[in-house]
């Protein structure tokens, strides 16, 4: 009787030793499953403002202060119930041309640009926004002053009249910001992205944001 019960106490300690490796073991997997995804999450965030930054700061570098137009109105300002919190969506009009190796968009006489088109950059109201560019061509170029947003900015971007066919450069805008200094003839972007990996720990799902500001000087503005 008393080997009987020993054996029946080793064979129950080796099932609690068995358990408890295996939900060791499944944390573990668990733990590196998340790890993955966040880290792949977190560089499509990334991969996104990298991409904002080469769509938009080649033109806008080449831009002039005096052409752009800024909207940030308290009406811009949004409360995102996925992240709890308020973010802004600003945006920007700036002056540039159609083909940069057209001379005949070059004065010749004062070698300056003759601006022909317009670019529209803002992000929508939704709850992650989107982040949109449109080109816009309105009559009297060579243009001398900027291009109203009054109207350019719906959250179905394809409604804007007279835009070209949106490019949606992010769709995870938490928080868009543009400020100008027409003193230094800069313009900052200060963009915030954010989403879900669409994991869970515990009960809330894991959440991932990534932060970054451009900084750019519009080269044909003139002397400063």
């Known amino acids: 009787m008393r080997k009987r019960a020993f054996s029946l106490l080793e064979i129950l300690l080796a099932c609690t030793l068995l358990m408890v490796g295996l ?17 792949h999450f977190r560089s499509g965030l990334q991969a996104e403002a990298r991409r904002v930054a080469a769509s938009v700061g080649p033109d806008l570098r080449r831009s002039d202060i005096h052409l752009s137009e800024v909207e940030d109105s ?11 919190e308020y973010g802004e969506r600003h945006g920007l009009s700036f002056a540039n041309l159609s083909r940069w190796d057209d001379s005949s968009l070059i ?16 992000a929508t109201t939704e709850d992650l926004g989107r982040l949109v560019k449109q080109h816009y061509t309105p009559p009297g170029s060579p243009y001398l002053s900027p291009l109203s947003l009054a109207g ?65 000087r519009l080269e044909n503005s003139g002397a400063f």
Request: charge should be positive; aromatic fraction near 10%; hydrophobic fraction near 40%.
């Open 107 to 122: 004065d010749p006489v004062e070698c300056v640009p003759r601006w022909n088109r317009f670019t529209v950059l803002y």
């Open 152 to 216: 350019l900015m719906a959250d179905h971007p394809a409604a804007n009249p007279g835009g070209s066919i949106p490019l949606i450069l992010s769709a995870s805008v938490l928080d868009f910001r543009v400020s100008k200094d027409e003193h230094s003839a800069q313009i900052r972007l200060s963009l915030t992205l954010a989403g879900s990996a669409g994991i869970k720990s515990g009960r809330r799902k894991m959440r991932e944001r990534c932060q970054t500001s451009f900084t750019w």
């Open 23 to 39: 939900w060791a073991s499944f944390q573990l997997v668990e733990w590196g499953i998340r790890a993955f995804l966040l880290v």
């Open 74 to 84: 308290p009406a811009r300002r949004v409360f995102s119930t996925k992240e709890g």
